[in-house]
Nanobody, 122 residues
Framework: QVQLVESGGGLAKAGGSLRLSCKFS????????VGWFRQAPGKEREFVAS????????NDVNSVKGRFTISKEPAKNTVFLQMDSLKPEDTAVYYC???????????????WGQGTQVTVSS
């Protein structure tokens, strides 16, 4: 069974940075697309970014593109989300996700971590 464990959330000021980590276990890391969704208070979960061997994808609507960078370290079965130029509207619970199929906006990945809180103050 695939398990995903997030870390690295916390409190940051607007304009600051945080780096989230997602440790993948229970499967073959190279077989899965791994990514991030987030859910802000009172809002639906939304796609943030995902990464495969071939490319990284970002949500073009919620303004993370250009500020967030997704990367992976296969030797450690870990995916990172570097978040720069943070804004108060980035405040949300961030979930690591994994699926053998495409992970983009509108999909429902098979596996989810427990989430990590990111709070950005103005």
């Amino acid at each position: 069974q695939v398990q995903l464990v997030e870390s690295g959330g916390g409190l940051a000021k607007a304009g600051g940075s945080l780096r989230l980590s997602c440790k993948f276990s229970g499967g073959s890391f190279s077989d899965y697309v791994v990514g991030w969704f987030r859910q802000a208070p009172g809002k639906e979960r939304e796609f943030v970014a995902s990464i495969t061997w071939g490319r990284a994808r970002y949500n073009d609507v919620n303004s993370v593109k250009g500020r967030f960078t997704i990367s992976k370290e296969p030797a450690k079965n870990t995916v990172f989300l570097q978040m720069d130029s943070l804004k108060p509207e980035d405040t949300a619970v961030y979930y690591c996700v994994a699926d053998k199929a495409l992970v983009v906006d509108g999909t429902r990945p098979d596996y989810w971590g427990q989430g990590t809180q990111v709070t950005v103050s103005s």
